[in-house]
Antibody, heavy 118, light 107 residues
C-alpha cells in the first residue's frame, strides 16, 4: 500500500524557518516524481514545488520567491522542503504528492499544518 | 502561468442527478488535465488523468472529456459519497495550476 507521511509542521514566527519531511513507503520512491502542494485554511489547492525522480529537475511556484528549497533522498525514501523567511500567507496544510508523470499527483499524504504567526 | 477557471463554484444536487463541472484553461494544455476529489479534512484523491482516463478504482459513474482549453467532469448518477469539492489541475507546464474548486452540495 502506498503511504506518504508528512512531518515537521507547527507554529513558527514570521521570518522563521521550518523543514518539512515526507516519508514514503509501498512504492519504488526513486522512480516517482515528487511535489509539495499546499492549502490555506478554507482555500483551494496551490502547487508549491516539484522535483524529478533523480532530483536533477526542480521547479517552484513563482510566489515563493526563492524562500523554499525542495530536496529528496532516494536512499531514505524521503522528500524534504526547507522553508525560510516564512510569512503569514504561508500558513497552510502542506501535502506531499507523488506522481508517475511530471506534474500529476497520483498519491497524497495526509498533510502537515504550518502556522506562521506571532 | 496558465490560469484554470472552474464553473460553477458551488453546485446543489440530489442523489441520482447527473452533474457536470466545467474547467477552462487560459491557453491550450492539450489533454494534460487531471480531476481530484477532496472531502473535508482529507487529502485530495486523483479521479481522472489525461482529461478522460479513469484512475484505478474510481467508479465508472465518473467521466472526463475535453482537450485544448475546455474540459468537463461528469458524474452520471450522483451518490451520497460524491458530495465533496472537485478540482481540475493542468500539468502541461509548471506552475501546475489548479482550478478554484467546485463544491457539490446536497440539495
Amino acid at each position: 500500500e502506498v503511504q506518504l507521511v508528512e512531518s515537521g509542521g507547527g507554529l513558527v514566527q514570521p521570518g522563521g524557518s521550518l523543514r518539512l519531511s515526507c516519508a514514503a513507503s509501498g512504492f519504488t520512491f526513486s522512480s516517482y516524481e515528487m511535489n509539495w502542494v499546499r492549502q490555506a485554511p478554507g482555500k483551494g489547492l496551490e502547487w508549491v514545488s516539484y522535483i524529478s525522480s533523480s532530483g536533477t529537475t526542480i521547479y517552484y511556484a513563482d510566489s515563493l520567491k526563492g524562500r523554499f528549497t525542495i530536496s529528496r533522498d532516494n536512499a531514505k525514501k524521503s522528500l524534504y522542503m526547507q522553508m525560510n523567511s516564512l510569512r503569514a500567507e504561508d500558513t497552510a496544510v502542506y501535502y506531499c504528492a507523488s506522481g508517475w508523470v511530471r506534474g500529476r499527483f497520483d498519491y497524497w499524504g495526509q498533510g502537515t499544518l504550518v502556522t506562521v504567526s506571532s | 502561468d496558465i490560469q484554470m477557471t472552474q464553473s460553477p463554484s458551488t453546485l446543489s444536487a440530489s442523489v441520482g442527478d447527473r452533474v457536470t463541472i466545467t474547467c477552462r484553461a487560459s491557453q491550450s494544455i492539450s489533454s494534460w488535465l487531471a480531476w481530484y476529489q477532496q472531502k473535508p479534512g482529507k487529502a485530495p484523491k486523483l479521479l481522472i488523468y489525461k482529461a478522460s482516463s479513469l484512475d484505478s478504482g474510481v467508479p465508472s459513474r465518473f467521466s472526463g472529456s475535453g482537450s485544448g482549453t475546455e474540459f468537463t467532469l461528469t458524474i452520471s448518477r450522483l451518490q451520497p459519497d460524491d458530495f465533496a469539492t472537485y478540482y481540475c489541475q493542468q500539468y502541461n507546464s509548471p506552475s501546475y495550476t489548479f482550478g478554484q474548486g467546485t463544491k457539490v452540495e446536497i440539495k
